[in-house]
């Protein structure tokens, strides 16, 4: 099913670099820019491509019958935001409870533009001890990946400023949204 994606993927016009975290077991994937319901879909192709078990954080509204089903096969956990239980330790005890695992953040939390990222996801990273990677799709290039590690230096706004950089050169669906030059 995956080669079947992939390649209507391709079809398409759509290519996925063939860069990927060889060896890597367990980490953080931090996706940007997320500016359209399309990233799901594009993304979770990319990631089937390189046979990478990837989970993903959704508000549990969402997860009603039977979208929650697909939801679930597809790597979704639900999470209850409205709860004042602390996710950053949910997410952290994740990482305990499977071999492999690539939680998939996209720090903007929304598709709208946003200049101010969530910083879970370093958190998460820091406290359980796993690397951050960077992922992208650029619909201007139509292509998607991996844009490598991240080596956190305990900065945290300096270091989301950092991965702003790194990823800026890539284009969203909506062009309004997503990282803006003048943020970096």
Not at 14 to 38: F, L, M, Y
Request: some cysteine; charged content about 25%; overall charge positive.
């Amino acid at each position: 099913m995956n080669k079947l994606l992939f390649n209507i993927l391709k079809l398409m016009g759509w290519r996925i670099h063939e860069q990927q975290p060889d060896g890597v077991r367990k980490a953080i994937v931090c996706v940007a820019p997320h500016t359209s319901n399309w990233d799901f879909v594009i993304g979770k192709i990319a990631f089937g491509y390189y046979g990478i078990p990837t989970k993903f954080l959704i508000k549990k509204e969402l997860f009603f019958f039977p979208l929650g089903i697909l939801l679930r096969r597809l790597g979704g956990i639900p999470v209850d935001r409205k709860k004042k239980t602390n996710l950053t330790d949910q997410a952290v005890e994740y990482f305990s409870h499977y071999d492999d695992i690539f939680l998939v953040f996209t720090p903007e939390g929304t598709r709208e533009y946003n200049p101010e990222w969530k910083k879970g996801f370093y958190h998460i990273a820091e406290r359980a001890g796993v690397p951050i990677y960077l992922g992208f799709i650029d619909y201007k290039n139509k292509t998607g990946g991996f844009d490598g590690k991240f080596e956190p230096t305990g900065d945290v706004d300096g270091d989301i400023l950092e991965i702003k950089r790194r990823l800026v050169k890539y284009s969203g669906r909506t062009l309004t949204n997503g990282i803006r030059p003048e943020e970096v």
